[in-house]
């Protein structure tokens, strides 16, 4: 599948994140890797055995939404957490010094 923009590819990237991230693609492989007699999941067995829900039009836009809630989240604690431990560091090295 080829993408018009690099903010198509996101979104897909970003609804594939979600599915295979969901209880029930969890599920499906726990019980496929589980239940064989050889502990893996073969391309063909991933290929003929598991199912992918893909969502349609509303919740589709409701999981891209939430998806870039997350990254911004994320990325705000990343940058909190960053300032936190200059602070610490150069807490420290004032006491050494």
Not at 8 to 17: P, T, V, Y
Not at 40 to 63: G, Q
Request: glycine letters at 2%; a positive charge.
């Amino acid at each position: 599948m080829l993408y018009k923009n690099y903010c198509d590819f996101l979104e897909a990237s970003f609804i594939l994140w979600a599915i295979m991230k969901s209880n029930l693609v969890k599920r499906q492989f726990f019980y496929k890797q589980s239940g064989s007699l050889q502990p893996s999941i073969t391309p063909e067995n991933f290929k003929e055995m598991i199912l992918i829900p893909m969502p349609k039009d509303e919740l589709k836009k409701k999981i891209i939404e939430k998806v870039k809630e997350d990254i911004k989240d994320a990325t705000t604690f990343k940058e909190k957490y960053n300032i936190s431990l200059n602070k610490a560091r150069n807490i420290l090295k004032e006491s050494i010094l």
